[in-house]
Every structure is written in structure tokens, then in C-alpha cells.
């Protein structure tokens, strides 16, 4: 069983940034790819991001070269660094491991965490 807990969500204006966590606990850590989703009113949850162990990363269209996802092993945590945000990124920001689809992009994540609120004013 693996516990994620997501952190750092909030209420900024566009064009800011913030950084999201998530703490991960119940097994090791290292030995499986994270990834990040948002759900947005209204909308179904879409893929953000994602890191294997070996710290490759996948991002959705619509963040690159705005968001970086990261990771650190020894602290069990996943970071989602999200620069230049928009009114459009406002969602609930979710955490996953265990991907059963190698894409990373459908929901078959085996565990996920309970997301973090990202609002983003214009």
C-alpha cells in the first residue's frame, strides 16, 4: 500500500508560480514512475506530468516549457515546479504512482492522492 499526500496549492495571480508537493510513504519509494493530474470544473482529470526512477519526464502539451516535474528518492517526494500560470491551470492538482499504462497519460494509476487546490486569478 502506498500513502501520497499532495502540498503547496493556493491562490495566485496569473503569471506566478507555485510549487507543488508530494510526500510519498508505505514501500520504496524509487522504484516506481509519479505522475501529476489536474481536474478542472467541470472537466475530467487530465494528465500533467511524469517521472520514471531513472528521473526521465513526460509532460502534456499544454505545460511545456512552463511546468518541471521533479523528484527526490531519499525524501520520497515528488515536486511539480508550475511557472507562468494561467487562469486555465486552475484545478485540482492530483499525485500518482504505479502507473499500468507506460504512456503515463490514462488514469490506470494505481494509487493517488486526495489533490491539491490550484487557483489561479487573472
Known amino acids: 500500500q502506498v500513502q501520497l499526500v499532495e502540498s503547496g496549492g493556493g491562490l495566485v495571480q496569473a503569471g506566478g508560480s507555485l510549487r507543488l508537493s508530494c510526500a510519498a510513504s508505505?514501500?520504496?519509494?524509487?522504484?516506481?514512475?509519479m505522475g501529476w493530474f489536474r481536474q478542472a470544473p467541470g472537466k475530467e482529470r487530465e494528465f500533467v506530468a511524469a517521472i520514471r526512477w531513472t528521473k526521465a519526464t513526460d509532460y502534456a502539451d499544454f505545460v511545456k516549457g512552463r511546468f518541471t516535474i521533479s523528484r527526490d528518492n531519499v525524501k520520497n517526494t515528488v515536486y511539480l515546479q508550475m511557472n507562468s500560470l494561467k487562469p486555465d491551470d486552475t484545478a485540482v492538482y492530483y499525485c500518482?504512482?504505479?502507473?499500468?499504462?507506460?504512456?503515463?497519460?490514462?488514469?490506470?494509476?494505481?494509487?493517488w492522492g486526495q489533490g491539491t487546490q490550484v487557483v489561479v486569478s487573472s
Open positions: 500518482a504512482s504505479d502507473p499500468r499504462d507506460t504512456t503515463f497519460r490514462s488514469q490506470s494509476w494505481d494509487y
Open positions: 508505505g514501500r520504496t519509494f524509487s522504484s516506481s514512475p
